[in-house]
């Protein structure tokens, strides 16, 4: 398939209204196989998954069609174009009048039918019929229905629709012949009278569709059945739905050391060729101290964030998590939720802000506003970093409890409950939400698609990690290396004179004293010294201050900033550096600055504190109003602050 097709970019619908190529959309159910088409077709890398509602948005890509190029549209999925929910509004809007900007409805129509749930999927061609596209079938999973022992004529189909079927089946086999069907548009038959919309006669034109066609439905998978009855179980499930993710945070630790450490090992190589090969001493400090510091500090997590999109993309694909939102429904529901909303949640692992917008595929406005409050509270990739090093400060990575065989590192099981704590809070601060706005509205249908397990393909898991480590890498090049760099230039300004320095009584010979001098006398000194008043009851000193607000921009930065100021007191060993840091002025002056208040104060707040200006904008966007996100930001940082304040006293107590 790849002589006849090429890929741009995936982006959002909204393209220019003067582009005359033809456009194909893509219609059918969730997980009936259209994103994967939809990659195959276009060369682009949509995200997939075994749960309804990962595709929100519209999507375009160009597929080259003998000479002709065409544009390929990834609706979201939908079993009905009769809308309860955003996103199934986007694809009933697209169909019958084009996008809300103007562009009008799509050339033609290409509707997928899972083979496997066909009676399902004929209600909504028939739907489709009735706005009157050019229409032709994709039939997919037919080697599953085959495999599963059921069976269908794909000729009597075809003459039953009146259209045009073409199967398309795992591995590519069903391409070429499409790619045909679709440059002889213009030849498709023309669409039948569209089946009646009254439910009864509807019954009766999918019926003998699918006894013209001589369907026989796929036989129960009994392996399948007997693992979904434990996984599915109300107390087994659940039990075996934490066990998972506990391994999945011990591995994040035990793991990714070897690769850490490797990476700690190079930056710390690279910083010894700075110090020796260049002379220049501004530049030799930026790299030394804004690159290799404060980026290199953030890269040096790399591995476990790699690691943890690792163990979620083959849970994702082995068709266990469309399991754990069926067994985390029951959770939902005690928070006035439903298992819709995992989903949105559990994008949040990533970020938040995917996780907001996967909303729009909740039925309930009232559903969507508390899940997009509580998604923030979600561990997400970037907080990670923040965790790691500071669990690395507090805990030694030997230290492990339990007895014989069943001993666990400690470090991971902070991690663990670290990550239970911020789902706990957003599940509690989405049953607050819900309280307070009210409970007028119906209850609507939770319809999720149980898959059968499947060994996960390499490719779709390597590519999922690739994309979570190509977003890192993204923002690490970009916001972090460009928050780095200001930081950098307010630690080194205003510089100081030898003569200054010796008035002062600083040793002008000893680089760790002058650096040390500097950096207390700086301008990001000052301002992380004006909001003491602040945060100096959470244990925080001005260095922390400094972090606190960077991470405004991305929560990595505070690891960044740490890095930057470690790397400036002692660029050889800047994580004992940051280890053996001691409060700089104040009536704890001389005390260590990691000590374990400190530090349980700063994980809880960062648990807490909405540290995204990027998560605020989207809040924004899809509240379509700036109270909500004013309320989250303004309430999450003061119970941030509260929850750290009393994390800080538990454990000074139990010191």
């Not at 009676?119 to 997919?140: D, F, G, H, I, M």
Request: charged share 15%; aromatic share 6%; glycine share 10%.
């Amino acid at each position: 398939m790849g002589a006849h097709h090429h890929g741009t970019t995936a982006a959002p619908v909204g393209g220019s209204q003067a582009d005359t190529r033809r456009r194909f959309a893509l219609v059918g159910s969730p997980n009936s196989g259209k994103t994967t088409l939809f990659n195959a077709l276009t060369g682009l890398r949509a995200k997939t998954g075994n749960y309804p509602g990962v595709t929100v948005s519209r999507y375009q890509g160009t597929a080259r069609i003998g000479q002709e190029s065409v544009i390929i549209e990834d609706l979201p999925g939908t079993y009905s174009l009769d809308p309860i929910s955003p996103d199934e509004a986007i694809v009933a809007q697209a169909l019958e009048t084009g996008s809300s900007d103007g562009e009008t409805p799509p050339d033609a129509a290409l509707v997928l039918l899972d083979a496997t749930t066909l009676r399902r999927s004929l209600n909504l061609l028939a739907q489709v019929l009735q706005v009157e596209l050019p229409t032709a079938v994709v039939l997919t999973f037919g080697d599953e229905l085959q495999r599963r022992g059921g069976a269908l004529d794909v000729a009597a189909l075809e003459r039953a629709l009146g259209l045009r079927v073409i199967p398309v089946v795992a591995g590519g086999a069903g391409l070429a012949t499409l790619r045909a069907a679709l440059a002889e548009v213009d030849s498709w038959p023309e669409v039948p009278l569209p089946p009646p919309t009254d439910p009864t006669q509807l019954r009766g034109w999918v019926g003998s569709v699918l006894e013209t066609a001589g369907y026989v439905g796929p036989q129960p998978d009994r392996r399948t059945g007997r693992i979904d009855d434990v996984l599915l179980h109300p107390v087994a499930g659940t039990l075996i739905f934490l066990a998972v993710m506990f391994a999945v945070f011990q591995a994040i630790f035990s793991l990714a050391a070897p690769a850490q450490e490797a990476i700690e090992s190079a930056f710390g190589a690279l910083g010894g060729m700075v110090t020796e090969r260049i002379s220049h001493p501004l530049l030799a400090d930026f790299l030394g101290t804004a690159v290799l510091g404060g980026v290199g500090g953030v890269l040096v997590f790399l591995p476990q964030i790699a690691l943890l999109f690792l163990l979620i993309s083959l849970l994702e694909a082995s068709g266990y998590l469309s399991r754990a939102a069926i067994v985390t429904d029951r959770l939902m529901a005690k928070a006035g939720l439903e298992g819709r909303a995992f989903v949105a949640l559990l994008s949040s692992l990533a970020c938040a802000i995917p996780g907001i917008m996967a909303t729009r595929t909740l039925p309930s406005a009232r559903d969507r506003l508390a899940t997009m409050l509580s998604a923030p509270l979600m561990t997400c990739s970037a907080r990670l970093p923040v965790y790691l090093l500071l669990i690395g400060l507090l805990i030694p990575s030997e230290a492990r409890v339990g007895v014989g065989p069943l001993t666990v590192g400690v470090q991971g099981l902070v991690l663990f409950a670290l990550y239970v704590g911020g789902a706990v809070s957003a599940m509690t601060v989405a049953w607050l939400v819900s309280r307070l706005t009210g409970r007028h509205e119906p209850v609507l249908p939770f319809v999720m698609e149980m898959p059968p397990y499947r060994a996960p393909s390499a490719r779709s898991v390597a590519l999922a990690v690739w994309d979570a480590v190509f977003v890192f890498l993204r923002k690490v090049t970009t916001i972090i290396l460009a928050t780095t760099v200001l930081l950098w230039a307010l630690l080194a300004l205003p510089a100081r004179g030898d003569e200054e320095l010796a008035a002062a009584g600083v040793d002008t010979g000893d680089p760790a004293a002058v650096a040390t001098y500097q950096i207390d006398h700086s301008l990001a000194a000052g301002i992380g010294r004006a909001v003491e008043p602040v945060f100096d009851p959470l244990g925080f000193d001005w260095r922390i201050n400094v972090g606190v607000i960077a991470s405004l921009s991305a929560r990595e930065v505070f690891v960044a900033t740490l890095g930057q100021v470690a790397a400036a007191e002692d660029p050889e060993e800047p994580t004992q550096a940051l280890a053996a840091m001691t409060v700089a002025d104040g009536p704890r002056a001389g005390q260590p600055l990691f000590t374990g208040p400190t530090i349980a104060a700063l994980l809880v707040f960062f648990m807490y504190a909405l540290q995204c200006m990027s998560t605020v904008a989207v809040l924004r966007r899809e509240s379509v109003s700036w109270r909500w996100p004013a309320i989250a930001f303004g309430s999450y940082f003061a119970l941030a602050w509260v929850m750290a304040f009393l994390a800080r006293t538990v454990v000074a107590a139990l010191s």
